[in-house]
C-alpha cells in the first residue's frame, strides 16, 4: 500500500531506524519482517522484539520484550507487550517509531522487576499463620 508515492510499511520501517532510543539502538536480524531494539535500563539490558505480521501497517505490529523473566503491568505472561495504549489502538497513521521511543522510555522509567524462583515461589504461598489483621475471637484463640 502507498501513500503519497511512499511505501506505508517501509514508512513504518523508517522511523523505527530512526527513532531516538536513549540508551539503545535498534537492529535488523532480518529487515522488512523483524527489528530488536536493545536498551539499557538503571539496571538491566533490555530487548523489544518487534515483528511486522505479512499484512503489516494495516494490522499493529508484535513486540515482545526479553529477557523472559520480566514482570511488569504492560508484559503478559507470553512476555508480549500489552500495555502500550497507542500500540492497542494501532491505525496505519501510527508512528512505530514513536511508539517504540515511548515504551523504551515507559520501562527506563518504571523499570520491569526481574522475577525469580523465590518471587514466583513467595506470591503462591498461603498467607503465614501469623498475621496481625485484627484482634483473635475467644473462640478461635481457644482452639490454639
Not at 522475577?115 to 475471637?137: K, M, T
Request: glycine share 4%; net charge positive.
Amino acid at each position: 500500500m502507498t501513500y503519497g508515492g511512499v511505501d506505508l510499511k517501509q514508512r513504518q520501517i523508517d522511523s523505527l531506524l530512526k527513532a531516538n532510543i536513549h540508551d539503545g539502538s535498534v537492529r535488523s536480524p532480518s529487515p522488512g519482517r523483524k527489528y530488536l531494539v536493545e536498551f539499557r535500563t538503571s539496571s538491566q539490558k533490555m530487548d523489544l522484539i518487534i515483528t511486522l505480521p505479512h499484512n503489516f501497517p494495516q494490522v499493529p505490529p508484535e513486540i515482545s520484550v526479553a529477557p523472559h523473566s520480566l514482570r511488569h503491568p504492560w508484559i503478559d505472561s507470553r512476555f508480549n507487550l500489552i500495555g502500550c495504549t497507542e500500540l492497542n489502538q494501532w491505525c496505519t497513521t501510527s508512528s512505530l517509531g514513536s511508539i517504540v521511543e515511548k515504551v523504551v522510555s515507559h520501562f527506563q522509567r518504571n523499570e520491569p522487576r526481574s522475577s525469580s524462583f523465590s518471587d514466583h515461589h513467595q506470591q503462591h504461598q498461603p498467607p503465614s499463620r501469623i498475621s496481625h489483621q485484627g484482634p483473635l475471637s475467644s473462640s478461635s484463640s481457644s482452639s490454639s
